[in-house]
């Protein structure tokens, strides 16, 4: 079975300034990471992903993130944020076995971006 | 290009009703999801049609029940609801079953039950 645990349900940071959103997953199966974004009233969009290869990945509006196999993490991270990136951000994993395609979900981190 | 689309947008249902909600998947992806998110959560998997066939499942009880149709839209039904039924209603829709592959999300529809 898998779980995700994102370790806080809040983040409140100035414009401009860095922020981090923490992700732990457990998994007795090797998985993919995937963050997603939601913005108010509707549905999800993918912000990145990790499969295999380079630890860190690079996604969509400056958003990267790193995966830390020894830890089981895979936080996300923007040097400067906008007003525009309050949202909230869910981690997800999808195990690579099992021939199909399902994503299992953290409970969200609401982003709030303050000028 | 049409992304996932999903109707109806809202609904209102009293409890012990049944509800029917539909989803048309991005075109050119043959395989549909449906993710039942209440206030406050994330996401919860309910279940994956490819091929017109019913894949995985999530942990919900059989008062859940789905269908996908040939032209890969699909349908989720609810019988008998109950108060804890309402949550936003999320169809995702894939390139099959392959776990790598990026899934697409509708907006949504928002299942209230009263």
């Known amino acids: 079975a898998q779980s995700v645990t994102q370790l806080d349900s809040q983040v409140p940071v100035f414009e401009e300034a860095p922020v981090e959103l923490r992700c732990n997953y457990s998994?007795?199966?090797?998985?993919?990471l995937f963050w997603y974004v939601q913005y108010p009233n509707q549905g999800l969009q993918l912000l990145l992903k990790y499969l295999s290869g380079s630890t860190l990945v690079k996604g969509i509006n400056g958003f990267e993130a790193e995966f830390n196999k020894s830890q089981t993490s895979f936080h996300l991270r923007k040097p400067s944020v906008h007003i525009s990136d309050t949202a909230e951000y869910f981690c997800?994993?999808?195990?690579?076995?099992?021939?199909?395609?399902?994503?299992?979900f953290g409970a969200g981190t609401r982003l709030a971006v303050h000028p | 290009d049409a992304g996932v689309t999903q109707s109806p947008t809202h609904l209102i249902k009293t409890r012990g009703q049944q509800v029917t909600l539909r989803c048309s998947p991005k075109?050119?992806?043959?395989?549909v999801s449906w993710y039942q998110q209440a206030l406050g959560q994330g996401p919860q998997f309910i279940f994956q049609y490819y091929e017109e066939e019913e894949r995985q499942r999530g942990n919900f009880p059989d008062r859940f029940s789905g269908h996908q149709f040939p032209n890969y839209s699909s349908e989720l039904n609810v019988n008998a609801l109950l108060l804890g039924d309402s949550a936003l209603y999320l169809c995702?829709?894939?390139?099959?079953?392959?776990?790598?592959?990026?899934?697409?999300f509708g907006p949504g529809t928002r299942l209230t039950v009263l």
């Open positions: 995702a829709s894939s390139l099959g079953l392959a776990a790598h592959n990026e899934q697409f």
């Open positions: 997800a994993v999808s195990p690579l076995s099992g021939g199909y395609n399902k994503l299992i």
């Open positions: 075109s050119g992806h043959d395989t």
């Open positions: 998994s007795s199966v090797s998985v993919y």
